[in-house]
């Protein structure tokens, strides 16, 4: 079906209206003064009908491949089923419908999801203080290197680096950077992981933090983390684990045991909130005891009236956002936690290694693996048994577009040539698996039968490649209301 | 064992026998013993849908203040919202998709942020928005470090002290990386808009930027044009934040009354309250400034055949390519509560969008009026939008005790601003019907009168 849509401002017709709440008849009130109306009508706001709505973004949906229509096994995304009914808890009026300023003893159902969602989350991560309020994991990822930096300044000290694994997420040196650090790179083994004696060597009393993802960018479980914090810790550092990988972790390893100081978790990935085309997710940050007075606040508080809230301390890093952090997603998060149950979630990660180490196996006859150290919950491939053909890994990602399913993350980790991350994640069937191993052997084959054919896909889906050079060079960021979306 | 993974017995053995393991344990021999042995899940067993269906409506019914009659906003801010809108997001295609990544088969997530793109710049009056920031309040703390690293050499930050105080907090959590920043805190003048005095003391040529609510956490409407002409004159940004998106259907733009990063809180439209989240932040600023932007963009391209599309776009600002030199560490956006902003505004249209603006205005204004013939006078008298401040001791000093009855008066500002003890922030929607306005008018009477025995008092529940 080859439908056009347009933008929905090249659509309606003027003095269309498609939804009018209703409401009481009132007396109009005297006008705002002239210079605080707005000025332009509203020119360019769009009049539809409902209809017309409804039909414009159902087409829209129609035009994405997403999780719940086709294996998407973007690595380090954590791509795995959304449980629909978590739809139907978090739009409960007694949820949807509460105002975050109500006073606590009438929120005490809110307090209660939020105060078990912490205690699992500790329970998980065998770490002891907790706070819910970032937003995603990124910024969570901020607020726990806030943390660091208020710990260190605590103690009257001045420590100006981190060290980052070359493999990390970009965020961890973007978060580290905001927080007025400079970042060192750490190298890593051969086996892709990294050295305990490697991070002593880097490590002095200017290093703030390690900030290490485990299991890895690569997939891979850091199997010398114990040593690896010790070192850190012994020099007076911290230690921040991205939690990204946290379907890798459960009932395997605890990054509390690790010895791991601060962590973020990614509630959007591991316990499966809806990831939304980007958003919103959750990025709860758990730390040890000490240094608990430094999360931001408010804090969830127990009293002899039931939950409430305590404004955080002055050692605090303050709030990162407003009220108490996304609810609705957290409120997801526990639904999927007590639905599973503490062997169920370790299931989870059980079957997703499992998953993860099947396609490996089944894939690196005929594509490369850059590491041959056992995978966790991803793998990673790299091109070079294509490098002979011409293609590229983004030439496979567009191919796998025409055989139904979305691409690997590519291209990252960055310390792989032409990376092909795939994190098949535990939802997944075996038959699944089975079909997207027979797409990549085929597209194997296709890179040296046909080259030319591969590097012009995807050809089965409504769009060809689309030209991004042109819109980095001439960017067309809206629709203009005069002369449509001609370049401003 | 688990809800939601597929594998029968003979699934696990095909597959282990492929990978050469004789296990599921043999997958982790890598994790070191020590670690594996402390690592048990300790959560109780999981349980069925009914049963988790039961509990979470057991939970939600413990939340009596989702039914209460609420005069709340204050940040968030209850409305209507279209069926459509909620029809949409239900849309696994919308909900389950991530990052468009690939855009050959994103085209949905991708046109959608397009036109939330469009519809945030023509709300907020300026050239150019993003894909979306977190919150109001994050999306301001990004627009003040961007003013930074447009004028560098300039290090005080006056913020309105009047601008919501989550805002505030946000904001001075964010600049604690950067030391050379200093925040000045203006206060307001006797009407409830930015005090020009204390503005004047702070402008020169180390101002780097002015961040100002409009309307304020009062609900006032700032001159925003004024004091953007004083802001432009010694080089400095001006900021602005509208916790209320919906004023923006009535109020002049951001944009065109001087505005250089104009932000907003977009859960007014067509988000639920949620227990104040997720929201959306709304981020706009002038083409010129488009490199300096913090967030995911996406702009219009075409593909091999000629045909229009959309891409994620001037990636080269965002951390995945610069790292620890981005704009930003932001990663994602919040795609899919942009996506219900998107479709509300589509929903109301150019007419509807006015005319609900306007009731929200007539509302308020109405029950202001209502509130002054018995005595409970607003305490600013500036220009307000769908909220309003009265001066009410009596009623204040009972409110935690109405809201156990039922009843939400507006908010305690108290609990905010010490010298506004005495006093409370009303708001008024389309969502109030007239018994509910007769109700809190009543309530406000008896109050007044002394009909009313006991005193329980405001309690704080979220200082900044």
Redesign the interface.
């Known amino acids: 079906m080859l439908l056009d849509e347009p933008l929905i401002f090249e659509r309606g017709a003027p003095g269309r209206v498609g939804w009018d709440p209703g409401g009481i008849a009132l007396e109009p009130a005297a006008d705002l003064p002239q210079e605080l109306q707005r000025d332009d009508d509203l020119a360019g706001i769009p009049e539809l009908s409902e209809l017309e709505v409804l039909r414009h973004y159902l087409r829209l949906s129609q035009w994405n491949y997403a999780a719940a229509t086709t294996f998407y096994p973007l690595g380090s995304c954590t791509m795995k089923y959304n449980p629909v009914v978590h739809e139907e808890i978090a739009r409960l009026p007694g949820f949807a419908r509460l105002h975050p300023l109500v006073p606590p003893a009438l929120a005490q159902g809110a307090l209660e999801v939020l105060a078990a969602l912490e205690q699992a989350l500790l329970a998980i991560s065998g770490l002891e203080a907790v706070t819910l309020q970032p937003a995603a994991g990124a910024q969570g990822e901020l607020t726990g290197m806030l943390v660091v930096r208020a710990y260190h300044a605590d103690r009257g000290q001045r420590r100006g680096r981190v060290l980052i694994p070359a493999s990390a997420h970009g965020t961890n040196p973007a978060s580290s950077a905001f927080c007025g650090y400079a970042v060192t790179e750490v190298p890593t083994t051969a086996r892709g992981l990294l050295d305990a004696t490697t991070v002593a060597d880097t490590m002095d009393e200017s290093v703030a933090a390690l900030m290490v993802t485990n299991p890895n960018t690569l997939g891979l479980f850091e199997e010398d983390i114990e040593r690896v914090t010790e070192a850190v810790h012994a020099r007076g550092g911290l230690v921040y684990m991205d939690g990204a990988n946290l379907n890798a972790l459960m009932g395997v390893a605890r990054p509390g045991d690790m010895g791991v100081d601060v962590m973020q978790f990614n509630l959007h990935k591991t316990f499966s909130t809806p990831h939304g085309g980007g958003g919103p997710g959750a990025g709860p940050v758990a730390v040890r005891a000490s240094l608990a007075e430094y999360l931001p606040g408010p804090r969830l508080v127990r009293g002899a009236e039931g939950w409430s809230w305590e404004e955080a301390g002055p050692k605090s890093v303050g709030r990162v956002r407003s009220f108490f952090g996304n609810f609705g997603v957290l409120l997801r998060a526990l639904a999927y936690i007590e639905r599973l149950g503490g062997p169920g979630l370790e299931q989870v990660t059980r079957l997703a290694i499992l998953n993860a180490a099947y396609l490996r196996a089944r894939l690196q006859e005929r594509f490369h693996l850059p590491y041959d150290t056992p995978c966790m919950h991803e793998c990673v491939f790299s091109d070079r048994t294509l490098a002979d053909t011409g293609v590229t890994t983004l030439d496979v990602a567009k191919r796998l577009l025409d055989y139904g399913f979305y691409a690997p993350t590519i291209y990252f980790p960055l310390v792989v040539k032409g990376a092909l991350m795939i994190e098949p994640t535990e939802t997944e069937t075996k038959e699944t698996l089975d079909a997207f191993v027979a797409a990549m052997v085929a597209i194997a084959d296709e890179a040296r039968a046909e080259p030319e054919q591969l590097r012009r896909a995807p050809h089965a889906t409504r769009w060809a490649r689309l030209d991004e050079t042109r819109a980095a060079r001439h960017p067309v960021l809206r629709w203009r209301p005069t002369g449509g979306s001609a370049e401003a | ?7 029968t017995a003979a ?2 053995a ?3 026998a ?4 004789g296990s ?1 344990d043999d ?6 013993a ?3 042995a ?10 069925s ?1 009914p049963e ?2 039961a ?14 009659v ?1 005069f ?1 906003g ?3 801010y ?3 919202v ?1 069926a ?1 809108v ?3 997001l ?20 991708l ?5 939330f ?3 945030v ?3 907020l ?1 300026l ?3 993003n ?2 920031m ?5 999306a301001l703390a990004e627009a003040v470090l961007m003013a930074h690293r447009l004028e560098p050499k300039r290090r005080l930050v006056a913020v309105a002290r009047s601008l ?1 105080p ?2 505030r ?2 904001l ?3 600049l ?4 050379r920043l200093e925040v000045r805190e203006i206060s307001w003048a006797d009407d409830g808009r930015l005090d020009r005095g204390a503005l004047d003391a702070v402008l020169g040529e180390s101002l780097l930027c002015v961040a100002v609510g409009q309307p304020n956490v009062f609900g006032v ?1 700032e ?1 925003v ?1 004024a004091l953007s002409a004083r802001a432009h004159a010694v080089g400095a940004l001006v900021v602005s934040a509208t916790p209320e998106a919906l004023a ?6 951001p944009g ?1 009354t001087g505005a250089d990063i104009a932000v907003a ?1 977009g859960q007014s439209l067509g988000l ?9 932040g709304l981020f706009a600023t002038h ?1 010129r400034f ?1 490199r300096f932007m913090p967030g ?10 000629g ?1 229009r ?3 994620l ?4 600002r ?9 704009t ?10 942009a ?1 219900a902003v ?2 509300y ?12 603006a ?2 929200n ?3 308020a ?2 029950v202001a ?1 209502r509130l002054g013939e018995i005595g409970a006078e607003r305490r600013f008298a500036a ?1 307000f939008f769908n909220e309003f401040v009265i001066r009410a001791p009596q009623v204040v000093a009972r409110w ?1 005790q109405l ?2 009855e039922g009843l ?1 008066a507006g ?1 305690p500002l108290g609990c905010w601003y010490p010298e506004l003890q005495d006093c409370l922030l009303v708001c008024v929607t ?5 018994e509910e306005i007769d109700r809190l008018v009543d309530a406000m009477r008896a109050c007044a009168e002394g009909h009313v025995g006991g005193r329980s008092g405001a ?1 704080c ?4």
């Open positions: 064992m688990s809800a939601y993974t597929p594998h699934d696990i095909a597959m282990l492929a990978v050469g393991a599921l997958l982790i021999a890598q994790v070191p020590s670690l594996r402390r690592a048990r899940v300790d959560l109780p067993a999981g349980c849908e988790l269906r509990r979470f409506a057991a939970r939600a019914s413990r939340n009596s203040g989702a039914e209460s609420a709340l204050a940040g968030a209850p409305h209507h279209p459509v909620n029809h949409i239900l849309r696994s295609e919308f909900a389950t998709a991530y990052t468009p990544y690939q855009p050959e088969v994103s085209q949905g997530t046109q959608a942020i397009f036109e793109q469009t519809f710049a023509l709300l009056g050239d150019v928005a894909a979306s977190y919150d109001g309040a994050s919501h989550h805002y907090a946000v001075a959590t964010y604690r990386g950067l030391e409407l001159d044009a923006l259907g009535l109020v002049r733009s065109s809180e639920p309250l949620s227990y104040g989240g997720p929201g959306v083409e488009v995911r963009l996406v702009g219009e391209t075409v593909d091999a055949n045909r599309g959309y891409v776009t001037l990636a080269t965002e951390q995945h390519i610069r790292r620890e030199r981005a930003s560490n932001i990663c994602t956006n919040q795609g899919l509560c996506l998107t479709v505004l589509s929903m109301l249209g150019r007419q509807g969008l006015r005319r609900l306007r009731r205005y007539d509302a204004h109405a009026a220009p935690e809201a156990r939400i908010f389309e969502i109030h019907t007239p309690c529940l979220t200082n900044p």
